[in-house]
């Protein structure tokens, strides 16, 4: 779908796309994928709350900072800047949050931040939230179709430079800025948006989320007063596009349907390295369609990519931080029938378990599968049987409800621990009904 309101002129009719988004009609599959990101989120913000990242800043911040937008995990409450800075960095804390392939990101820590920030503050209702959060989402795609692979390629962090972006325009449909503030709010956003890839393995990766998500809300609150900023900030000389690609972008912008973009979210079920997920997959579906006990396993041939081979193979971990990149061993948690998902099976003492690494001697890996994020399995049986399987995370779940039921698994690993039983179902229960409620305070006030 085009919409050419003013030819030559992308960020203004990005501006008139993304204001649409809080009327139109959004896909009924839209708003459940997007009720999923919401979950996981909460699920890995609330585990990632005692991670040092997550505690250095909100004692740097809290202390300062006065307004009314929740910090989840806490009682206190800070401005929707400082909350979305400390909600959207502990959220990306254990890396553990959602993906999306054409972004080479992480949209919903960098965007719902935002969201939750100005909806709780504004009072706005549990469908404006959607809205918004589908409308950043979908805008931060967009634009990383302008710059990537290029941008990613060249050392930027896409969660911290399009999650900015993002945010800005999730902020902007939760503020009614009309088409000028909200072209301002983008230009905003664009003279803010940085984070860089050499970085990772520290804690400013995360940082890159937090950032994210108060760049969007600053952006949009500023454009609402009036601040002003290049209106045309994608494709102008020396603007985001200019500077952050390869090519010059059309004059003409392609916008997909509303709602599609959400659809191919990526979600993480293993508490592990991304690329440990297909094998983990393939192995735990063979161990649970057949009833496998690790006794009747006499051998596991992993089958990857030979890029993963430098990633995630140390063969003898010793540490639960080893765990976490070897692929033998998550291949041996999967058979045993253990929680990929807990944070806390990867601990020095599963690295140590008798059982588990005696497992791990029966699995070889093999770096001769095709280029790309899947798979392949061979168990072969004490008793002779051969049993195979291919599985790939990389390509996104179209059975909705296998996905919700996943979710709510993984949701149920990670907050329990933190918050209660009682909690943990109030709080799903709080996202399931999110676009009939009032407002997103049962969201927020998780008493």
């Known amino acids: 779908m085009t919409i050419g309101h003013h030819h030559g002129h992308p960020t203004r009719d990005l501006a008139w796309h993304i204001l649409s988004y809080a009327e139109a009609s959004i896909d009924a599959k839209a708003v459940r994928v997007a009720k999923h990101c919401i979950l996981d989120w909460f ?34 409450r800070c401005s929707p800047v400082d909350a979305a800075l400390i909600n959207g960095t502990t959220s990306h804390g254990l890396d553990y949050d959602d993906v999306h392939i054409t972004m080479l990101g992480h949209p919903t820590v960098s965007i719902l931040p935002a969201v939750l920030a100005l909806a709780e503050t504004e009072g706005a209702s549990g469908e404006a939230a959607l809205r918004a959060f589908i409308a950043g989402y979908e805008a931060a795609v967009v634009i990383g179709g302008l710059v990537m692979p290029w941008h990613y390629e060249h050392g930027f962090h896409a969660t911290a430079t399009l ?25 905003l956003a664009g003279t803010q948006a940085a984070g860089l890839k050499s970085m ?33 900030v994608l494709e102008t000389a020396q603007g985001f596009a200019a500077t952050q690609g390869d090519r010059p972008i059309p004059d003409v912008l392609e916008f997909p349907a509303r709602g599609t973009t959400v659809l191919d979210t990526l979600f993480k079920y293993h508490a592990a390295c991304y690329l440990t997920h297909s094998t983990i997959e393939a192995v735990a579906q063979l161990c649970g369609a057949n009833s496998l006990a690790p006794a009747q396993i006499a051998a596991i041939d992993v089958h990857v990519p030979d890029g993963h081979l430098r990633v995630c193979n140390i063969p003898s971990p010793r540490t639960g931080l080893e765990i976490k990149f070897s692929l033998r061993h998550t291949a041996a948690l999967a058979a045993a029938g253990i929680d990929t998902a807990r944070i806390d099976t990867y601990s020095d003492a599963m690295a140590d378990d008798p059982v588990l690494v005696e497992l791990r001697e029966r699995v070889a890996v093999f770096g001769d599968h095709p280029a790309g994020t899947g798979a392949a399995v061979i168990i072969r049986k004490q008793d002779g049987g051969v049993l195979e399987l291919d599985a790939d995370v990389g390509v996104p779940d179209r059975d909705l409800d296998r996905q919700t039921a996943r979710l709510a698994a993984k949701f149920q690993s990670l907050a329990e621990p933190v918050i209660g039983l009682v909690r943990t179902q109030r ?13 997103v305070d049962r969201l927020m006030q998780l008493d």
């Open 427 to 439: 709080l799903r229960a709080a996202v399931d009904a999110l676009d009939d409620a009032a407002t």
């Open 43 to 76: 699920a890995v913000t609330l585990a990632g709350y005692d991670e040092p990242v997550a505690r250095i800043l909100r004692e740097e911040i809290v202390p300062q900072s006065r307004g009314g937008a929740s910090i989840v995990g806490a009682a206190s």
């Open 200 to 232: 990772f393995g520290t804690m400013a990766k995360p940082l890159h989320a937090g950032k994210a998500a108060a760049n969007g809300v600053f952006a949009a609150r500023l454009a609402k007063r009036g601040f002003t900023a290049n209106p045309n």
């Open 163 to 187: 999650g900015s972006f993002g945010a800005a325009a999730a902020a902007g449909v939760l503020l009614k800025l009309d088409h000028n503030q909200m072209a301002m709010a983008l230009g």
